[in-house]
């Protein structure tokens, strides 16, 4: 047991544990933009009646039915080198989204917006209006009502989805490949290190990177089905 925990510590510190440090930090960061937008999303959705929030909600959703690769071509004609952003960030800042991390971020937030924005928009449906009504008599701000009550019924619900966000994030590989590449130590996320290992017939490698995606899944499907099914 002790050399097994030695082992793992040993691997853990490795240069080939890498792409799964590159994963967790791309799928945190990622996670985190997704949640901001599909909590700000899924209010509108949800609450507000703005024209076209069926078509601006269509929109959000079409990374769950879009191949991968289009998603990252699309990111490409939207912040690549030749495009209007890409070229004003490489002007001005000498900087570009193409072959970074940052890229494997951006893709990553991309597809995993629908699954926050969903759950979000379910949870604060579901909210009952009476008792934001009543918390209003108490002579509750709109935030303070927001706060106090909204936010903590439609909680488990969104930390739902926002779990269901984090592990897509954590399997992301068309669009963050078209976007980012697979450059090991700097864009080389798990399922990229996955295919590369494939590729080459590493299969040693590539069964330990599969069972560690795959333990990391489960246990984050698990926490989620927990909380669906207390929201």
């Not at 269509?58 to 998603?71: F, W």
Request: proline share 4%; glycine share 10%; aromatic share 8%.
């Amino acid at each position: 047991m002790i050399d097994l925990l030695s082992s793992s510590l040993s691997w853990l510190s490795s240069p080939a544990a890498a792409p799964l440090w590159l994963s967790l930090r791309v799928a945190g960061l990622a996670t985190l933009i997704a949640w901001l937008l599909g909590m700000a999303l899924g209010w509108v959705v949800a609450r507000t009646r703005l024209p076209g929030r069926g078509l601006l909600e269509a929109l959000c959703m079409l990374p769950l039915v879009l191949p991968p690769t289009v998603i990252g071509y699309g990111l490409l004609l939207l912040a690549g080198r030749r495009s209007a952003l890409g070229g004003w960030l490489r002007t001005h800042f000498d900087y570009s989204v193409v072959f970074s991390w940052h890229g494997a971020v951006l893709a990553s937030a991309v597809v995993a917006l629908p699954l926050v924005l969903k759950s979000a928009s379910a949870a604060f449906g579901g909210v009952d209006r009476t008792l934001e009504a009543a918390a209003r008599t108490l002579r509750q701000s709109s935030w303070g009502v927001f706060m106090r009550v909204t936010l903590p019924l439609a909680a488990p619900g969104i930390l739902a989805g926002t779990l269901l966000a984090f592990a897509r994030a954590m399997g992301e590989f068309g669009a963050s490949l078209m976007i980012a590449g697979s450059i090991p130590g700097r864009t080389q996320t798990l399922s990229m290190a996955i295919y590369d290992a494939v590729q080459a017939g590493d299969d040693d490698t590539a069964l330990v990177l599969v069972l560690i995606t795959s333990v990391l899944s489960v246990a984050v499907l698990l926490v989620s089905n927990r909380l669906f099914s207390r929201g």
